[in-house]
């Protein structure tokens, strides 16, 4: 069998067009890959493309030009094939509130075909593995935030995706079950998962992803190892700056600096880029 | 079949039958709810019209053919029940399902495409309205009051009649910025068709130019298919082609709002 890249975007653009309102481009031209075992974290203000850019790559989008292809199948063209591989977290709560969280899991699976038996096994040990086992029969809506988030990403692993998407998974989490849900992550990717993150979590990014594209009105600016990114954008002269007043500190550059610098945006005072 | 940007898609029906059944698990978990909200409001009208206003009018005369009251409004409460069930459940049940719960836009980047999603929302709104519109026929066939072969042919033809209304129902839900706002095809459109198509009395009742008029909602031509069915009224030749014409406008005009709106 031939090993195609598991995720290919190639000169993406999406252009919104409403009627009785200047054409908006959204996302103007990007382009990535990414490998499998990979985690690619696509950095950038609200607004900048990334939910765009993930819509494109899910296939709910129609890109106005470009290709996006995940094992080798264009998403739009052949979207069936394409998405059998394909799991999707998505930044808005779509949990299926009409179900209990097993049953939750299983009928997710019949979208790709999977029987109620296998749907049922695979969604116990997803359950186990995000700690959510003892909520199973629960209603969506007795689970507390972070436990409705961890079920969206568990549910997004349903049909073992070799491409996962997540978009701004872990906004809302608290320290402990952004912990877990960055555990699994690392697991599948042992395993081989190509993963695109979204987030607005610098140092989330710094952790879990090999490279990070931090994306500015439509474009990528640029892309790299997060280090490599801190080392070549900002250099390794220690950071002034007052965090509170009367408090002034010296510190490593990180992402954030990089991030700001980038997207020429700059926190109100105290950001002394040397 | 083409995909939301007219760039051609197989229709896959297993992918539909998997969103049908979503529906489906919901339906038989809550089933006492189900069976209450589908049967409650058809034989709640039935036991009001039926035999309460039945008793006090009797026999009417209808395009030559003598029949109960009773009968004629059960027939009646056969298309207002595909009228409600599948406009309801299409209109609030839908906005709710991609407005608050998003499932439409979960679903859709599965192997299942958005067009498939919505294929199965509007063969789900139709099973209900079509179950709950048996429930009637088996009751007028209990009663005797109507056709055994007829009320058999008219199942089959409910799950058409009810496509017309659930994605009626969907296009509303698609082209409402708040679920407060469906109230306003609710009063102006589904209650007057409920009141002015014949559903408690013959058209014939009404003046020549409101005649005309009810003949341009599809309420009308549906109940005219209905009682040539059940009853034995002689077919009416435009009420079979205006069923067809409200299908092929109507449903895949609801798929092409929801995915303009979806993916605005």
Avoid at chain 2, 94 to 107: K, L, N, S
């Amino acid at each position: 069998m031939q090993l195609s890249v598991p995720l290919r975007v190639t000169d993406l653009v999406k252009t919104y067009r409403t009627p009785g309102k200047p054409p908006l481009e959204a996302v103007k031209g990007v382009s990535f890959e990414v490998a499998s075992g990979e985690c690619l974290g696509l950095l950038g203000p609200n607004g900048a493309g990334k939910s765009t850019t993930m819509k494109c790559i899910t296939g709910f989008f129609q890109p106005t030009c470009g290709e996006v292809t995940i094992l080798g199948h264009d998403v739009h063209r052949d979207p069936r094939e394409a998405r059998r591989g394909l799991g999707v977290c998505a930044q808005d709560d779509n949990l299926d509130t009409d179900f209990s969280v097993l049953d939750q899991m299983v009928q997710f699976g019949v979208y790709f075909g999977i029987n109620r038996r296998e749907g049922e096994r695979r969604s116990l040990e997803l359950l186990r593995r995000f700690g959510l086992l003892d909520k199973k029969d629960e209603l969506v809506e007795e689970l507390s935030g972070g436990m409705r988030r961890r079920l969206q990403v568990a549910r997004s692993l349903i049909n073992q995706p070799k491409v996962l998407v997540l978009d701004e998974p872990t906004t809302g989490l608290d320290p402990e079950a952004r912990r877990v849900l960055w555990d699994i992550l690392a697991e599948e990717r042992r395993k081989g998962l190509a993963i695109l993150l979204s987030t607005h979590y610098m140092e989330e990014a710094e952790r879990l992803c090999d490279r990070v594209a931090i994306i500015h009105l439509g474009k990528i600016v640029t892309v790299g190892d997060p280090r490599a990114l801190i080392e070549r954008e900002m250099g390794s002269v220690p950071v002034r700056e007052e965090i509170r007043p009367g408090f002034p500190i010296e510190r490593l550059p990180n992402l954030e600096d990089v991030y700001l610098k980038l997207t020429g945006a700059r926190l109100s005072t105290g950001v002394a880029f040397s | 079949m083409h995909n939301e940007v007219g760039q051609f898609v197989s229709l896959s029906y297993r992918a539909v039958y998997a969103v049908w059944l979503r529906y489906f698990a919901v339906f038989r978990k809550n089933w006492f709810y189900g069976l209450v909200t589908t049967f409650a409001e058809p034989i709640l009208f039935l036991l009001s019209f039926g035999l309460g206003l039945g008793s006090l009018i009797g026999t009417l005369r209808v395009g030559g053919v003598s029949v109960g009251y009773r009968p004629f409004v059960l027939a009646g409460i056969v298309g207002q029940t595909v009228l409600i069930q599948g406009f309801f459940e299409a209109s609030y049940g839908g906005f709710v399902r991609m407005y608050y719960q998003r499932i439409f836009q979960a679903i859709a980047v599965t192997p299942v495409t958005l067009s498939e999603v919505l294929w199965g929302e509007t063969a789900w709104g139709a099973s209900r309205a079509t179950l709950a519109a048996s429930a009637v026929l088996i009751i007028g066939v209990a009663l005797g009051d109507f056709s055994v072969l007829g009320a058999l042919l008219l199942v089959p033809a409910c799950f058409v009649f009810s496509m017309i209304f659930a994605a009626l129902g969907l296009l509303v839900a698609a082209r409402s910025k708040t679920i407060e706002s469906i109230s306003y095809p609710q009063y102006l459109l589904v209650f007057p068709m409920f009141l002015f198509c014949g559903v408690f009395f013959p058209l014939s009742q009404l003046p020549v130019m409101v005649q005309k008029a009810a003949w341009l909602f599809p309420l009308t031509p549906v109940l005219s298919l209905v009682r040539t069915l059940v009853l034995g009224f002689p077919l009416e030749i435009q009420a079979p082609f205006l069923v067809i014409f409200w299908v092929a406008l109507l449903v895949p005009l609801s798929r092409r709002f929801m995915i303009g709106r979806l993916l605005r």
